[in-house]
C-alpha cells in the first residue's frame, strides 16, 4: 500500500497523543490519503484502544510499547516503523510529566526525572530521527512543549516549567542548526506550546495535582491569567493543520488567551512578575 505519510506518534496511549492518532486518521479518511501511523508509550491496552479508535481504510496503524527514557527503545521505534512502512514522514515527541513543587522544596530525584522524561525522551527522538530526515532528503519533527516553558506563570510547576523551556531551547538550537544547510530546507522543526488542556495531566503529576495550601509554598498561584481550558479536540485540530502545512510554522501556540500574556511577559518581564504578587 502506497503511504502519503507515516506519522509516529510518541505518548499515544492518552490525552493528546490519543486524541491526536483519532484525528489524523479522520483527517486522512475525509482527505482520502491513506497514512501510517505508530503508536508509542508504556502501556500497551491503552495503546491498542489508541489504535481501534483510530482504525479506518485510510489508516494502517503499527503498535510499539516501549519506555522512550532509554536510548535504545527509541532506536527500536525507528527501525520498527521503518522495516513497517519503509519511510517516516513525522515524528511527534509528545511526552510529558508534571511535578508540583516550589523551587526550595525540589529535590536531586525530582530534578532528575522531570528531565530525563520531559527533555530525554525528545532529545533521543531528535538525534535518532534528523539524521535520518537529512538522508531522506524532507521530514518533519514536532516537540510538544507547553507555554509554561515560554512564560513560567505558575510557580508551584516551576520544574516543569524548566524541563519545558530547556526542551524550547533545544528545539529551537536544532532548527537554527538546520537552517544553516542548504540540503535540509525540506526538514522541518514546529514546538507547539499548549496550555491547559481537558487532559489527565494533572491527575498524574508528583505530588498534589494542585497544592493544598498555596500559603504553605509561600507562592502564588496563576494571578488574574487565562484559566481557559481547551479540548483535545481542539489542540489535536491545531496540529494536524501543522502536520499538514508545507511549511509549517516554527513555533505554535495552541491557546489565542496567551498571545496578551506573551507580549506582556517579554515586553516587561519586571511588570509581569509583579502581577503575580499576592494580594496583601
Request: proline residues 5%.
Amino acid at each position: 500500500m502506497s503511504l502519503n505519510k507515516v506519522i509516529i506518534i510518541i505518548g499515544a496511549s492518552s490525552g493528546i497523543g490519543a486524541g491526536l492518532a483519532r484525528y489524523i486518521s479522520n483527517d486522512a479518511k475525509n482527505q482520502l490519503k491513506k497514512i501510517g501511523l505508530v503508536l508509542v508509550a508504556r502501556r500497551e491496552n491503552e495503546l491498542n484502544q489508541a489504535a481501534n479508535n483510530a482504525k479506518n481504510d485510510y489508516c494502517s496503524t503499527l503498535v510499539i510499547p516501549a519506555d522512550v527514557t532509554k536510548r535504545e527503545n527509541v532506536e527500536k521505534i525507528f527501525q520498527e516503523t521503518k522495516l513497517k512502512f519503509n519511510k517516516i514522514s513525522c515524528w511527534v515527541n509528545n511526552v510529558g510529566l508534571g511535578i508540583s513543587r516550589s523551587v526550595l522544596d525540589l529535590t536531586d530525584d525530582d530534578i532528575d526525572i522531570m528531565i530525563r522524561v520531559n527533555v530525554k525522551t525528545a532529545l533521543y527522538g531528535m538525534q535518532i530521527i534528523i539524521p535520518y530526515f537529512r538522508q531522506q532528503g524532507y521530514g518533519h519533527l514536532i516537540n510538544i512543549s507547553s507555554i509554561l516553558g515560554r512564560v513560567p506563570y505558575t510557580t508551584f510547576r516551576s520544574m516543569y516549567s524548566a524541563s519545558k523551556a530547556t526542551l524550547n531551547s533545544l528545539t529551537t538550537n536544532l532548527r537554527m542548526e538546520l537552517q544553516a544547510e542548504p540540503c535540509c530546507e525540506k526538514i522541518h522543526v514546529t514546538t507547539i506550546l499548549p496550555g491547559m488542556v481537558a487532559t489527565d495531566f494533572a491527575m498524574n503529576v508528583i505530588g498534589d495535582s494542585v497544592p493544598k495550601s498555596l500559603t504553605d509554598y509561600k507562592i502564588p498561584f496563576i494571578g488574574p491569567f487565562p484559566r481557559t481550558s481547551q479540548t483535545i479536540d481542539d489542540v489535536c485540530k491545531i496540529i494536524c493543520d501543522v502536520i499538514n502545512n508545507e511549511h509549517p510554522p516554527r513555533e505554535v501556540y495552541t491557546n489565542p488567551e496567551h498571545k496578551p500574556l506573551i507580549k506582556q511577559y517579554f515586553e516587561n518581564v519586571g511588570n509581569f512578575e509583579l502581577l503575580l504578587k499576592p494580594p496583601s
